[in-house]
């Protein structure tokens, strides 16, 4: 990316597509250092893609049922990923679970966000899963992609309190409101060249070591 230039920014999803809407919003202020070049959905009914296509962002639909194997579904996805050059793909509520082939090919490259508090409650269901356990606090994590399911390191979080009469439902609405403010936070890190992966695997800000996970304050 040159200085003028933009990053070019994929973005995976499943479904309705809120973090997408965040992103497409930070990407029209002023001085934005990252473009949307595409949006990839593995559902033809994702309403994501109806949120792009409103700011005439390129879509593709990839049906994972069309292929046999999750390998044959995943040298497809790259390949379809590749035809936009990006510097950097964002899952966004996709809701795939990727082959370690596939997440070595943008190793360093690819974003993802979880509503969790990570390593805590990985994988599905977590607002339910934080209230049955009596957890006084709960969130959202950005990570870059590793192997590993929702493993890769940690590098943005933002954090909730559980209220005593908080349902699944509503635990999850307000962590998907931070959600909304630390994913764009975190590609503009990246577009901006603060935030990488290091060879040794592990995230570097500002070109020093990101020991733990920077905490998005209110």
Not at 49 to 59: C, D, G, S, V
Not at 102 to 129: C, D, E, Q, W
Not at 157 to 163: G, I, K, S, Y
């Amino acid at each position: 990316m040159s200085e003028h230039e933009p990053l070019r920014l994929v973005v995976l999803i499943s479904g309705s597509g809120s973090n997408l809407q965040a992103l497409i919003d930070a990407q029209s202020a002023p001085g934005s250092p990252f473009r949307i070049a595409a949006v990839i959905s593995n559902r033809l009914d994702a309403f994501g893609l109806e949120r792009a296509r409103r700011h005439a962002i390129p879509t593709a639909v990839l049906d994972h049922r069309d292929y046999p194997s999750r390998e044959d579904y995943d040298t497809a996805l790259g390949a379809l990923i590749d035809r936009f050059t990006p510097g950097l793909v964002a899952l966004a509520g996709f809701m795939r679970i990727l082959t370690p082939e596939l997440v070595a090919r943008y190793r360093g490259r690819m974003l993802n966000i979880h509503p969790s508090l990570l390593p805590k409650y990985r994988g599905l269901h977590t607002h339910a899963r934080a209230i049955e356990a009596g957890e006084r606090e709960h969130g959202a994590s950005v990570h870059f992609v590793t192997a590993e399911l929702d493993g890769g390191p940690v590098v943005l979080q933002a954090r909730v309190p559980v209220r005593p009469d908080d349902t699944p439902e509503c635990l999850a609405a307000r962590v998907l409101a931070r959600e909304h403010r630390l994913y764009p936070l975190a590609v503009r890190w990246f577009a901006e060249g603060r935030l990488k992966l290091a060879d040794d695997g592990a995230p570097r800000l500002d070109d020093q070591p990101l020991e733990t996970p920077w905490l998005l304050e209110d």
